[in-house]
């Protein structure tokens, strides 16, 4: 019995050793000099959760709003309610998944195309088809619209034109009247984060300068201005966030010049250069050969190099002479890139000056995303770039973020918001979120 | 024709082998003393701290002993109030000693086996750092053949050859998601060996003082062929072949150690321990795998260690016949430079002390207990290689005990 008391005291000491744990003595989370009990968020498809060409439920989920704003939720922040897909129509807008690798190491990506929210497709008279949505209803603290540019915020007929905007509405297209600008200030908040006009730029770029045009700088500072007036004149805190350089975007930098001539060399080594229709000056383009400083988008479909095109001049192979350039829409051309960069400059300069003007922190987007395209970042041990899915940063359609890029935005916005107010929200675990999801 | 993806990632397994793999435990005596010993003579334990001395024992010892190691980290994220902590497993360090010499004789030999370089860490899967390291199980087992040689009544010497058997099991998950969102993950599996020696000499002088200098080698463990299991999803997996093997060398540094034994009063001993371990001589740490892919790349971080010294001091009192009370304590310096700092043994300057108690039960049995707390020093570190940014602490709790048989 004795013996069996002096196991128990041994048993009793291990046990209490198991329990043992240090600690390591935080400071209290901190609001600083913010209120942040109604966070909102505006933005356009990135604020969105928007990955993978697509809006899905899985991407609203991982939004960086919706990552910034459970991260308040330690300093004073209230709950953080999203325009989410329901689970039964998870695939939103669809997406774009990879479903494997060919031979040559080229991804291979596969529509989802089933449990959709649509519900139809309107042709709006004079604009096009606009793609409807199942209708949210709800309250909204994402305000994130896929495709607004800030030149649309007082564009009152816009909840017409726009699937992803008009699904927040009470009211169908074609009968919304209520300006973007209207509706996010329907409901007062305390904090707010902006990160719209990146769609004044990027529309242009992606289009190849073909589809769309680059918002004017002066109506953009105009612009501008009055969107921040407007959202902190009860005395609203806020962050905001510059525009990224188009041309650090996998989106621009995957399919290159150089591969794809090497390629057409591989097949007939006489092929010296590649032709494109380029930007002269103004609105006159002309032919010519194609240089590295051209970018090629990551939609180009690279089967139509060579494909024998009929020309005043005979049958002659596509892309490879002067009369059968590739198509303006797939590439941004140097002068095009030279003046949609000159454009994000003037917006930087504009976003930046009224954030300072109105004491509103600001998460330098631009200069974040050039570093990484420079120097890739390293992260808890996960070394991400900007390359196209290796990267870990991008998703699918090179232009939109994965959810670990999502987490790393949402750090960066959180570092951004402590720095101005002295607030001390806590940063999220990245290792957490994944980069793109391979079969 | 899209540009060649080329999944270039860093998987280097971030193995680091610190002092925090230095685990101290080579006898419940000496545990109880603050871990001093190389110049004391206390029983078979002086195989380890000091081979030389080992001529000068009165006695033919066999014993063993074993000492449970907690070993408890805590990390907090920066600009977080997250605190990751390792999982509740327990290490055993042991030790064996057999040591005999015909009776009055001038030399003696002796037999050690024991564990001076081990660790078990288990972050689990979900913390910050899972993709620097999830888990590490290492274990090195040293056997240590002995010589030792009585010169004069006041002067011994003895040497040893070491033969390191030593085994690694590190998992880390890879930042490479499934279709389901989960990670892959990379396990490095195997065994190695390496040999070394140690020398050492004990001296009584006229005051009384016993000295005792020692030196212990450097022991480079080689790994040559260990398995490198590696699940990714499976339109990956010809970046990372399987079956695949790597090889890798680890030096267990070489130790110079100085102690001094005081007798105040034939009750009493006091012990001081001063050693110098030579961790600079670990520059960098490479992986050279069998099957190279341009994902899977040999990989070669640096480590860049620095000397680390350690003081101890211990005393033992005989309260009776049969009873011995010891106490000790002691600090040791880190070897790891600032931004080298790993989860594998989140490594810091460190504090220690020590409680042993010793009985004999019959006239050529002793039986020693020992515990000891040792607690690293808060440190906020960035890696330089893998960015991970927060504080570690960590306290490690050893009890420990023995039995020793000497005639």
């Given at each position: 019995m004795k013996t069996f008391k002096q196991h128990i005291y041994i048993i009793a000491g291990l046990l209490l050793l198991g329990a043992c744990k240090p600690e390591i003595h935080t400071p209290k989370p901190s609001a600083g000099s913010v209120d942040f009990s109604r966070y909102i968020s505006l933005g356009n498809s990135l604020t969105a959760g928007y990955?993978?060409?697509?809006?899905?439920?899985?991407?609203?989920?991982?939004?960086?709003?919706?990552?910034?704003?459970?991260?308040?939720?330690?300093?004073?922040?209230?709950?953080?309610?999203?325009?989410?897909?329901?689970?039964a129509q998870a695939n939103g807008s669809g997406y774009l998944s990879l479903t494997g690798f060919n031979a040559d190491g080229t991804p291979i990506t596969t529509a989802v195309t089933t449990n959709l929210a649509i519900r139809g497709i309107l042709p709006v008279p004079g604009f096009g088809n606009v793609t409807l949505y199942t209708k949210y209803t709800g309250d909204i603290n994402n305000y994130g619209v896929p495709g607004i540019k800030l030149i649309h915020i007082t564009y009152a007929p816009y909840g017409n034109l726009n699937g992803y905007y008009e699904r927040l509405l009470p009211g169908n297209s074609p009968t919304n009247s209520t300006t973007y600008l209207d509706f996010v200030m329907a409901k007062p908040f305390t904090f707010f984060s902006n990160w719209l006009g990146n769609n004044d730029a990027l529309s242009y770029a992606t289009s190849g300068g073909a589809g769309d045009v680059l918002t004017d700088k002066g109506t953009?500072?105009?612009?501008?201005?009055?969107?921040?007036?407007?959202?902190?004149?009860?005395?609203?805190?806020?962050?905001?966030?510059?525009?990224?350089?188009?041309?650090?975007?996998?989106?621009?930098?995957?399919?290159?010049?150089?591969?794809?001539?090497?390629?057409?060399?591989?097949?007939?080594?006489?092929?010296?250069?590649?032709?494109?229709?380029?930007?002269?000056?103004?609105t006159t383009y002309a032919p010519r050969q194609a240089t590295t400083k051209d970018l090629i988008v990551l939609t180009f479909p690279t089967s139509m190099i060579g494909q024998p095109v009929s020309t005043p001049y005979g049958t002659l192979p596509y892309g490879l002479t002067p009369y059968t350039p590739i198509d303006n829409q797939y590439v941004l051309d140097e002068n095009e890139t030279a003046l949609t960069e000159?454009?994000?400059?003037?917006?930087?300069?504009?976003?930046?000056?009224?954030?300072?003007?109105?004491?509103?922190?600001?998460?330098?987007?631009?200069?974040?995303?050039?570093?990484?395209?420079?120097?890739?970042?390293?992260?808890?041990?996960?070394?991400?770039?900007?390359?196209?899915?290796?990267?870990?940063?991008?998703?699918?359609?090179?232009?939109?973020?994965?959810?670990?890029?999502?987490?790393?935005?949402?750090?960066?916005?959180?570092?951004?918001?402590?720095?101005?107010?002295?607030?001390?929200?806590?940063?999220?675990?990245?290792?957490?979120?994944?980069?793109?999801?391979?079969? | 024709m899209k540009k060649i993806l080329l999944l270039v990632l860093s998987i280097a397994p971030l193995l680091a082998f610190s002092q925090g793999f230095q685990v101290n435990l080579e006898g419940q005596k000496q545990i109880g003393m603050g871990h001093t010993g190389t110049g004391t003579l206390q029983d078979g334990a002086s195989v380890f701290f000091n081979p030389g001395a080992v001529a000068m024992l009165p006695e033919n010892y066999v014993q063993g002993g074993i000492s449970p190691l907690f070993f408890k980290s805590d990390f907090n994220p920066s600009g977080t109030s997250i605190q990751d902590r390792t999982a509740n497993k327990v290490a055993t360090p042991f030790e064996f000693y057999a040591v005999w010499g015909p009776k009055s004789s001038f030399w003696k030999l002796g037999l050690g086996v024991y564990t001076p370089f081990g660790g078990l860490t288990d972050w689990g899967n979900t913390w910050q750092g899972k993709y620097v390291l999830?888990?590490?199980?290492?274990?090195?087992?040293?056997?240590?053949?002995?010589?030792?040689?009585?010169?004069?009544?006041?002067?011994?010497?003895?040497?040893?050859?070491?033969?390191?058997?030593?085994?690694?099991?590190?998992?880390?998950?890879?930042?490479?998601?499934?279709?389901?969102?989960?990670?892959?993950?990379?396990?490095?599996?195997?065994?190695?060996?390496?040999?070394?020696?140690?020398?050492?000499?004990?001296?009584?002088?006229?005051?009384?003082?016993?000295?005792?200098?020692?030196?212990?080698?450097?022991?480079?463990?080689?790994?040559?062929?260990?398995?490198?299991?590696?699940?990714?999803?499976?339109?990956?997996?010809?970046?990372?072949?399987?079956?695949?093997?790597?090889?890798?060398?680890?030096?267990?540094?070489?130790v110079n150690s100085i102690g001094f034994g005081f007798y105040p009063s034939s009750k009493w001993i006091l012990a001081l321990d001063v050693n110098i371990v030579n961790w600079d001589s670990y520059k960098t740490l490479s992986f050279d795998y069998k099957s190279n892919t341009a994902a899977l790349q040999d990989t070669h971080s640096p480590r860049n260690y620095q000397q680390a010294y350690s003081l101890r001091g211990g005393a033992q009192y005989k309260a009776t016949n049969k009873l011995a009370l010891r106490f000790g304590g002691g600090y040791a310096s880190t070897a790891v430079a600032d931004g080298y700092v790993t989860p594998e043994a989140p490594d810091a300057n460190r504090v220690y002390g020590t409680l042993g108690l010793g009985y004999t039960m019959a006239k050529h049995l002793d039986i020693d207990i020992s515990f000891e707390y040792e607690h690293l020093m808060q440190r906020t570190q960035t890696n330089i290689e893998s960015q991970l940014s927060g504080t570690f602490k960590t306290d490690v709790y050893i009890p420990g005990i023995s039995l020793a048989y000497h005639w």
């Open positions: 990955a993978d060409g697509g809006l899905y439920l899985a991407g609203q989920q991982v939004s960086y709003p919706s990552i910034i704003g459970k991260q308040m939720q330690s300093v004073g922040g209230g709950a953080f309610t999203q325009p989410l897909f329901s689970t953009f500072a105009y612009l501008y201005n009055v969107l921040i007036t407007t959202l902190t004149a009860k005395g609203q805190k806020g962050v905001v966030a510059t525009v990224p350089d188009v041309t650090s975007i996998p989106y621009f930098n995957t399919i290159t010049v150089s591969a794809i001539l090497a390629g057409v060399q591989k097949a007939n080594p006489a092929a010296k250069a590649l032709y494109i229709n380029a930007l002269v000056s103004g000159d454009y994000v400059t003037s917006y930087n300069t504009t976003i930046k000056s009224v954030a300072a003007s109105k004491g509103l922190a600001v998460f330098d987007a631009y200069t974040f995303l050039q570093n990484v395209k420079q120097n890739g970042l390293v992260v808890d041990g996960v070394s991400v770039n900007s390359n196209y899915i290796s990267g870990g940063l991008f998703s699918l359609d090179g232009v939109h973020l994965t959810p670990r890029g999502y987490a790393i935005v949402a750090n960066q916005f959180i570092k951004a918001i402590n720095d101005k107010y002295n607030s001390s929200i806590p940063q999220v675990n990245i290792s957490d979120y994944n980069g793109v999801k391979f079969p | 999830e888990s590490l199980d290492l274990k090195a087992i040293y056997i240590q053949p002995t010589l030792s040689i009585k010169l004069a009544d006041w002067m011994s010497i003895g040497g040893g050859f070491v033969y390191n058997r030593g085994s690694v099991d590190l998992t880390r998950a890879i930042p490479l998601a499934n279709s389901s969102g989960q990670p892959g993950q990379a396990e490095l599996k195997g065994s190695g060996k390496g040999y070394g020696w140690n020398a050492g000499v004990y001296f009584k002088t006229e005051s009384g003082v016993t000295i005792g200098i020692t030196h212990r080698s450097q022991v480079n463990t080689t790994i040559p062929s260990g398995n490198a299991i590696f699940s990714v999803p499976a339109s990956l997996q010809s970046s990372f072949p399987q079956p695949n093997t790597f090889s890798a060398t680890i030096p267990l540094p070489a």
